[in-house]
């Protein structure tokens, strides 16, 4: 329900805000603005800045909005769980009387413990009761505990609030709901709103307030980043002794009949294979420690290298060869000045999408068993239900995979900077 | 130097081809297309081994790729990982050549090519005009005996291509190399030729060889002029004759087949 709700607030700003800015700016600028025909021009096509930072602010907004968030002013809320007193009164009858009670209930935050409301016995048979619910639980009323006339002595719930029930009814009250129990005890339940809870999805400013927490005291007796720390240091190991294997082994494939021959079936096979499904077989062999870890990243690593070292020197042009040896350049001249430096940017190519392979599968086997890293600490954060931590975890992890493409984009240009010049 | 030249698995590529050419000669060699050309040129760089025959340079025989047989390339074939100087200065260095040796080299051979302001850019900067001048520059840093182009200019607009069939006769004359030039235009062929082999398909083999002057009289002087000569239309128009007639027999032969 909320689900629908939070979609159709999204496509609702989706279209205001693409109405509004498309109007505001033509979205095309110099050369392209004196195009007649831009629909089917891919050249034409440029990500509109405006709708990247509205399409930011609205995760944002829907983040805060759907969990109270203090950042919003509060008529941006979505209706929120109910909170604070509310009574209902309950009609019992046995041995042919009737009398009435109220009870009176409070609603309160999961994180607070307050007092049960004091209130007065009350006259008659049937005495007033006190309950305490936190928010999105519910709450059975033992009505009949301070009774005179208990449910088994025929007690029985005819009205909630002078309407009428049989057990299984509902009855709707201020702040919540009251059902009849198929044993005639009424349950009382707070309205939920359509906020989410904090056990599900925290608001932003306690994900910020954790940040803090976790960068002060560190989690599980590492800093906050030790664990980003030690994964890198993992996902960098693994990765060079993968590149270290693999490129050398590609060249030797591209090179030569024989190790094609031979690691062919063997990369091919190995591919596909993803590399989550080696962890169990590592840790089998290698234990749960850094070993076993930076194994598996190796292997992640090591058939995407050796296949793009691979790639790069079947890549060379033929002519670029035969001019290396009509210039009088012997074998490993050529392949000093021409199948290495031809081979780069395919190398770099792999190294990135190894990079990227290697900083999801360390994540995954993190969560698997570790006792630091990034993965580890959403996947403990998970088991106390410290939901906060693990969207901490997750906003951490993505910002680093995002990082790390970053950097080899930028090694890349200045590295191969004839990338697809050739 | 000699060829008696051969076949390659079931296709007949090449079959008695024979061509003794003498030093500082300019040949260029003319077909249609699949008449084997760059087979030829292919064997006589030494990439290619011929099953049946020899040839041999300077009196000894041809093995493999030698830097005494430079060759261009259709797409230039530079190393776009290098600057221009680096390029041109390829063969020197791969010889071990002193580097005050080398940029002598590479500095007088730019000057010539008139791409002296250049020498610092990487070579994916250039304009295919410019790209195919470091190649011919590239290619005289060596100092080859001979020379082989595939196509150099196959792939430049008709403006830049008759600046750079200037710029092939000046080398030539002032180098004195001996030139094997393969092309499919007839123009270039009769402009650039000394010597021209019409070749036919199937199997490749020599149709026709003529001796022509328009390549002497193209040094220094205004191609434009030299295609106006008198002879060069009756030439022109009696290869091109030549040609379309071989094109129209493949085409034949093909249908007939079909």
């Known amino acids: 329900m909320t689900g629908f709700l939070v979609l159709a607030v999204y496509v609702a700003i989706f279209m205001v805000a693409a109405f509004i800015f498309t109007r505001i700016g033509t979205g095309k600028d110099g050369y392209t603005a004196l195009k007649t025909v831009t629909f089917g021009d891919e050249s034409a096509v440029r990500p509109n800045r405006a709708a990247g930072i509205v399409s930011i602010l609205t995760l944002f907004l829907l983040w805060g909005m759907f969990t109270g968030s203090k950042y919003l002013p509060e008529f941006l809320h979505a209706p929120a769980p109910f909170a604070g007193e509310t009574s209902f009164e309950y009609t019992v009858e046995a041995n ?67 309407t009428p029930v049989q057990p299984g009814d509902k009855v709707e009250i201020k702040g919540g709901s009251v059902t009849i129990s198929d044993k005639g005890t009424p349950n009382f339940a707070p309205d939920n709103g359509l906020q989410m809870e904090p056990l599900y999805l925290p608001s932003p400013e306690a994900v910020i307030e954790r940040t803090g927490k976790v960068l002060d005291e560190g989690f599980r007796g590492t800093s906050l980043l030790g664990h980003l720390g030690w994964s890198l240091f993992r996902v960098i190991a693994g990765f060079i002794c993968g590149a270290v294997v693999g490129i050398p082994l590609g060249y030797a494939m591209g090179l030569s009949n024989w190790f094609r021959g031979w690691f062919d079936p063997i990369v091919e096979f190995m591919r596909p294979v993803p590399p989550l499904a080696l962890i169990p077989l590592v840790i089998i062999w290698a234990g749960i420690g850094e070993t076993g870890k930076i194994i598996l990243l190796f292997l992640a690593a090591l058939w995407i290298m050796a296949i793009a ?49 290697c900083w999801g599968t360390v994540v995954a086997a993190e969560l698997v068993a570790a006792e630091k890293g990034a993965g580890m600490m959403i996947m403990v954060a998970s088991k106390f239900q410290n939901t906060d931590i693990v969207i901490l975890g997750i906003i951490l992890i993505g910002v680093i995979g995002f990082g790390i493409d970053m950097l080899m984009r930028g090694a890349e240009r200045i590295l191969v900077p004839w990338k697809g010049k050739g | 130097m000699r060829f008696d030249l051969p076949n390659g698995g079931s296709v007949q590529a090449l079959k008695d081809v024979s061509i003794n050419l003498k030093a500082g000669e300019l040949l260029s060699v003319l077909g249609p297309s699949g ?65 005050k040796e080398k940029a002598e080299i590479v500095n007088h051979l730019l000057d010539v090519v008139g791409l002296q302001d250049f020498k ?31 196509e150099p200019l196959g792939a430049l607009d008709a403006l830049t291509r008759e600046k750079m069939q200037s710029l092939v006769l000046k080398l030539w004359k002032e180098t004195g190399k001996t030139i094997i030039l393969i092309t499919h235009s ?51 128009e009696e290869i091109l004759g030549m040609i379309w007639d071989m094109e129209e027999e493949i085409m034949g032969r093909t249908e007939e087949k079909a």
């Open chain 2, 186 to 236: 007839v123009e270039e062929a009769l402009l650039l030729g000394e010597r021209l082999i019409v070749m036919a398909p199937r199997p490749g083999r020599i149709h026709k060889e003529y001796r022509l002057p328009f390549a002497e009289l193209g040094v220094d002087a205004d191609l434009r002029e030299v295609k106006k000569h008198p002879d060069f239309a009756i030439k022109r």
């Open chain 1, 96 to 162: 042919g009387e009737s009398d009435t009670a109220t009870v009176a209930v409070l609603v309160h935050n999961r994180e607070e413990n307050p007092e049960k409301p004091a209130i007065e016995p009350g006259e008659g048979f049937a005495k007033n009761d006190s309950i305490k619910v936190a928010q999105y639980r519910s709450q059975l009323v033992s009505f009949d505990k301070n009774d005179e006339v208990k449910k088994k002595d025929g007690a029985k719930i005819v009205a909630i609030n002078g």
């Open chain 2, 35 to 99: 008449c084997g050309k760059t087979t030829l040129l292919n064997i006589v760089a030494g990439f290619l081994a011929p099953t049946e025959g020899v040839m041999t340079l300077n009196g000894h025989d041809i093995k493999g790729p030698d830097a005494e047989r430079g060759m261009v390339f259709q797409q230039g074939a530079l190393f776009e990982w290098m600057s221009v100087r680096d390029n041109v200065g390829f063969g020197p260095s791969m010889k071990g050549m002193p580097s």
């Open chain 2, 120 to 150: 610092e850019k990487a070579v994916y900067e250039l304009s295919g005009g410019m790209q195919q001048r470091v190649a011919l520059a590239r290619c005289l840093a060596n100092d080859p005996d001979v020379i082989l182009m595939d």
């Open chain 1, 309 to 357: 070292a691979r790639s790069g020197v079947s890549g060379v042009n033929i002519s670029k060869v035969h001019a290396a040896y009509s210039l009088g350049a012997s074998k490993w001249q050529i392949m000093r000045y021409v199948i290495i430096p031809n081979s780069l940017p395919e190398i770099f190519t792999g190294a990135r999408v190894a990079m990227g392979v």
